[in-house]
C-alpha cells in the first residue's frame, strides 16, 4: 500500500449537483495531483497542488477546483455535474524537493464517481 | 500526435513466461521520466519502475525491467517469470520537463495483460 488514501470509495449524484472528493497523501509528500480516468482510457490531468497553491492545471473547464490543507491533504470539487464526469477520479501524491526536482507519483485506491 | 503509444492489444502470457509490453513516447524536452504502473481492477494505480531520460542504464526493479531506447523513443516493460497476479491493466506514463516544471504525468491508453496458468 502506497499511504494515500482517499474517500468515498464510491458516490452516486444526478446531473447539476456538486460533489467533493478527499485526499491524504503519504507521509513526507508535499503535492498532490487529481487524475479523471474515464472507462476504458488512461488518466487525464486534472491539476497538481504544491504548498497549498495550484501549480499546474489540464484541459478542464473552472467548474472542477481544489483545495491543499497545510498538512498536504487534498480536496477535488466538481460543481455542476454533467453525465460525463462518471469516472475513476484517482489522487497521487510526491514529493517537490527545494530545487524543483519532482519524485515518483504514487497514487490513492480511487473514487467511482457516478453521474445519473 | 500523442504523446505515449501503447497499441498492443489484449496480451496474453503463459504463467512463468516472460512478456513484453510495448511503449513509444513523443517529446521534444531533452529531460523527462518514463513510467509503468499497473492497474488491478481493484482500480488502484500501482508504480512498477521509473527511467529518467538521462540514465544510461536500463532500470530493473525485481521482475520489472524497462528496456530503453531513447532514439527510438521507446520505453517498453519487460516482466519476466510471470505471475496470475499480474493479469492486470498496464500504463506507461511520462513526465516532460526539467526541475521546477509541474510533475503531471501523461499517459497511455493502456494494455490488457492476461496471465495463463
Known amino acids: 500500500e502506497t499511504g494515500v488514501t482517499q474517500s468515498p470509495t464510491h458516490l452516486i449524484k444526478t446531473r447539476g449537483q456538486q460533489v467533493t472528493l478527499r485526499c491524504s497523501s503519504q507521509s513526507g509528500h508535499n503535492t498532490v495531483s487529481w487524475y479523471q480516468q474515464a472507462l476504458g482510457q488512461g488518466p487525464q490531468f486534472i491539476f497538481q497542488?504544491?504548498?497549498?497553491?495550484?501549480?499546474g492545471r489540464g484541459n478542464f473547464p473552472p467548474r472542477f477546483s481544489g483545495l491543499q490543507f497545510p498538512n498536504y491533504s487534498s480536496e477535488l470539487n466538481v460543481n455542476a455535474l454533467e453525465l460525463d464526469d462518471s469516472a475513476l477520479y484517482l489522487c497521487?501524491?510526491?514529493?517537490?524537493?527545494?530545487?524543483?526536482?519532482?519524485?515518483?507519483?504514487?497514487f490513492g485506491p480511487g473514487t467511482r464517481l457516478t453521474v445519473l | 500526435a500523442q504523446k505515449i503509444t501503447q497499441t498492443q492489444p489484449g496480451m496474453f502470457v503463459q504463467e512463468k513466461e516472460a512478456v513484453t509490453l510495448d511503449c513509444t513516447y513523443d517529446t521534444s524536452d531533452q529531460s523527462y521520466g518514463l513510467f509503468w504502473y499497473k492497474q488491478p481492477s481493484s482500480g488502484e494505480m500501482i508504480f512498477l519502475i521509473y527511467q529518467g531520460s538521462y540514465d544510461e542504464q536500463n532500470a530493473t526493479e525485481g521482475r520489472y525491467s524497462l528496456n530503453f531506447q531513447k532514439a527510438r523513443k521507446s520505453a517498453n516493460l519487460v516482466i519476466s517469470a510471470s505471475q496470475l497476479g499480474d493479469s492486470a491493466m498496464y500504463f506507461c506514463a511520462m513526465r516532460e520537463g526539467g526541475s521546477g516544471a509541474n510533475s503531471k504525468l501523461t499517459f497511455g491508453k493502456g494494455i490488457t495483460l492476461s496471465v495463463r496458468p
Open positions: 497521487a501524491s510526491s514529493r517537490l524537493t527545494g530545487t524543483g526536482v519532482a519524485d515518483t507519483q504514487y
Open positions: 497542488y504544491y504548498r497549498e497553491e495550484e501549480n
